[in-house]
Structures are given as C-alpha cells and as structure tokens.
C-alpha cells in the first residue's frame, strides 16, 4: 500500500532527523511522497520546510480524474513549507490557482541539464527516410495522440518520412490501434522502453524530436535532443517552453500546427540547421549552477526568517 509506505518514511525520516538535528539547517522534500517526512522533521526539529515541486496531480491526470488522497497531501506539504519550489511558471501557477498557496511564497526555479563527459554519436540509419522521434511515457499526460494525428497529417504531403514512438505505459496499446485505423502502420515503429545509451542512440537517428504534452512541468528532453543537434517541437503547455527560443512552440491539441512545423524541418534545410545550431547552442547555456544560485537563495530566506 503506497499511502501506507509513505507514512513509514516519514516516521523514518522524522527519527533521523531528529538524531542529527544539529548537523543541518533546511529540510529540503521532493514531491509529494516525502513531503509528511518533510513536515514530520519540521515538527520535531522546529527547522524550515522547502518544499520542491517536480510535478502536481493535475499534470499526471486530468482535471476528473485527480486522487483526492495525493491532491491532500500535496496541499498539506505546500500549506506546512515556508518556502515552495516549483521548476516552471506553469508549475508555480499551479501551485497557487489549484492548492491556494499564496504568490509570495511560491518561487519558480527552472531545471538544467548537465552534458559533461557525453559524446556525441553516429549510428548508421540504415534508411533513407526522414525521422521523426516522440520518446517519453506513453500516457494521457505526454500526448500521444496528438502525435499519432500530425503523423499521418505529415504522411499525407509526404512519404520520405517514418514515425518513431519510444516508450511504454498505459496507452500504448490504444495508440497501437489509432496508428492502424489511420493506416500508417508502415510508416510507425513502436520500440518499447528505452534507457541510457539506446535513447542517446534514438536521437542520434533522428530528424526532428516532438514533445506533443498536455501538461509536462518541465520537460528535460527536449533538451537532450537539441543537444545533439535535433530540431525539437514542444507543447507550450510545457515549462521548457519558458526557457527555450529555438525550438518551435505549438499547443499540444493543434495537431495542424503540430504537422506544418514537422513537415518544415523535415522540407526545409535552412530551417533545420538553424533549429539545430541554435538550440545546441542555447542549450549549452543552461546550466546547474544558475539553478544552485537560486535555490541556495531560498535557503538563507527561510533561515534568516
């Protein structure tokens, strides 16, 4: 029983932090099953709560479809923290307009990514065909189907192009079946789940790299696709979307914008190399450390309090 579990961390995590009280300043929850560990610790010690915000309830599922259970403990970490770290302004929208948690309080700070010690790949494609690559979980929150529907919208203006969709979960075999009634079965490949070096292998194969997301947080691997040189739409439902220039914006149920903007990278040379080079380059930017600044800033706010 996960409830259940996550009352045996906190009680776990109350008791270690109550025998090494004097050896830290901040409690620091991840989510929302540490974060009864988190107001456990704070009870016992009297030391600040900062909660951080990976993800809501609302971004899992939809808005009719939200367990009450985790929705409560989600409000009761945020309503105990003294300070609550989102990782976008959509999250920290969230955070205040569905949990009733004042602005003030609320501080978005945006992920990076850390590409040290990677090297780039070349793989051999074996087909002459463009690619176009959707990689995530296959679930309501990562639209799919949006995916699917551009697809065959691409396929209809032109055949140099196959469809790609890495990953598993629960709707994976209902997007099974939406590829067959379009009729585009050739022109898809399912590869199931991916990890480590075949998802560096799968961008390393890839045309154009496609974020289609009802509700993602953040959203990290766009970055890791521009990284390595391919041009990436996202959904502007996205917190990526917030820190991004060069990869092209669409909402995530406009599936003609979504196919017009695939069907240019894969047409358009000039289009591409400059998504491309841009976004490796803007990519490159971000980094840990301006992310470490602000948080080590909400740090000493809540312990100057």
Request: charged share 25%.
């Amino acid at each position: 029983n996960l409830m259940e579990e996550v009352a045996r961390y906190a009680m776990v995590g109350a008791t270690i932090a109550l025998q090494h009280e004097d050896e830290f300043d901040v409690i620091h929850a991840h989510d929302w099953l540490t974060y009864l560990a988190g107001i456990a610790a704070k009870q016992l010690t009297g030391k600040p709560l900062v909660v951080h915000v990976h993800a809501t309830s609302f971004d899992r599922s939809s808005d009719d479809k939200i367990d009450t259970r985790v929705y409560d403990l989600e409000r009761k970490g945020m309503e105990a923290a003294d300070k609550v770290i989102a990782v976008s302004e959509l999250t920290r929208n969230i955070v205040i307009n569905k949990y009733g948690i004042s602005p003030d309080k609320v501080v978005a700070v945006h992920n990076a990514v850390d590409f040290s010690g990677r090297e780039n790949l070349y793989v051999e494609r074996g087909v002459k065909d463009k690619v176009v690559t959707f990689l995530g979980r296959i679930t309501f929150q990562k639209g799919p189907e949006y995916f699917i529907e551009a697809a065959a919208k691409v396929l209809k203006r032109c055949s140099h192009v196959r469809f790609v969709m890495a990953g598993s979960g629960d709707m994976l075999n209902r997007c099974i079946r939406h590829v067959a009634r379009l009729g585009i079965s050739d022109r898809f490949h399912f590869t199931g789940f991916l990890r480590g070096a075949d998802v560096q292998k799968m961008f390393a194969l890839s045309d154009v790299y496609v974020m289609p997301s009802v509700s993602e947080p953040f959203g990290i691997s766009p970055l890791e696709a521009m990284q390595t040189n391919v041009p990436s739409i996202i959904s502007k439902q996205s917190g990526v979307a917030e820190v991004l220039k060069y990869a092209i914006k669409v909402d995530f149920w406009d599936v003609d914008a979504m196919a017009d903007a695939m069907y240019g990278l894969l047409n358009y040379p000039a289009m591409a190399d400059m998504a491309a080079r841009c976004g490796r380059d803007e990519v490159d930017a971000l980094k840990w450390n301006n992310a470490a600044y602000k948080i080590k800033k909400v740090y000493e706010s809540v312990i100057n309090k």
